[in-house]
């Protein structure tokens, strides 16, 4: 009976994956092609013999050329001779770390803070809104290197920074989609029966406001990776020798004639990371999306 059941168990989510996949192709190649840099990030001290500091060859090596040692390297050396690929593979864990993390702090607390606002209302909400309002007019990227130049130029700093990008874009959202609950039904049973209003947030809206919260991480997360390569490029990023998507950009635009494919492929990377994760979120969006799914 209970293989039985674990065999039911395995065929109905087979079923639930086909399904996922012939409603959403396009999700599928996006979530095929992060998962494949994913892997290529995790386990890069695997995938290639070189470190990202070392100084492997001489400078400018073209793609497919040979390292000191004979080794090939891949997509060849940049401009103080250490392996490009090598480079690539530790950049996509920066720039894969900055892009989840940094909406899924951002998200969690503009979502607490657009609750509070639309539940109390009032004073609350005036002074909430009007501090987002506040930011909002002000273009996102100075924001970001504002809190860069000021706090220095670390990963726990460009993560913070993009967490409160993300922040500021969540509290109006969660707040629009709480005001449809605040006077729902079942919130007025609630206060009712005498529920706490940190029971009525927690354990009532906070749940119900988790789809949109869900979709507005897996949105932001290619926005995440674009901002920190902006920042990198312009300096004002992730400082070297750590590297990162941006700040390759940023080194090979100095002596582009000597290797043109030392920006080639960081903004290749970029792009193809970027697609993807749109492809993603788009797909997300669209299961989440209540209104979406009678049309599938």
Known sequence: ?????ESSK???????????IRQNPAGTVGAFVVLIILLGAIFAPFITPFDYETFASSRYTKPMGNAMDGSLMLLGSDNLGRDQFTRLLYGARISLLVGFVSPIIGV???SLLG???????KWTDLLLQRLTDTLLILPGLVILMTVTASFGF??????????????????????SHVLGLRGAQFIDAQRAIGSSDLRVIFIHLLPNTLP?????????IAGAIVAEAQLSFLGLGIAPPVPTWG??????????????HLAIWPGIFISVTVLGLNLVGDAVRDIMDPRLRGRQ
Do not use: C, H, W
């Open 1 to 5: 009976m209970t293989l039985q059941t």
């Open 10 to 20: 395995k065929s109905e989510i087979a079923r639930s994956s086909r399904r996922l």
């Open 108 to 110: 969690a607390i503009g």
């Open 115 to 121: 609750i509070v606002s639309a539940y109390y209302g």
């Open 154 to 175: 670390t990963i726990t700093v460009v993560l913070l920074a993009l967490a409160l990008f993300s922040m500021i874009g969540t509290i109006r959202v969660v707040r």
């Open 212 to 220: 949109v919260a869900v979709v507005l991480v897996a949105v932001g």
């Open 247 to 260: 700040n390759m950009l940023n080194g090979a635009q100095s002596r582009f004639d000597l290797g043109p």
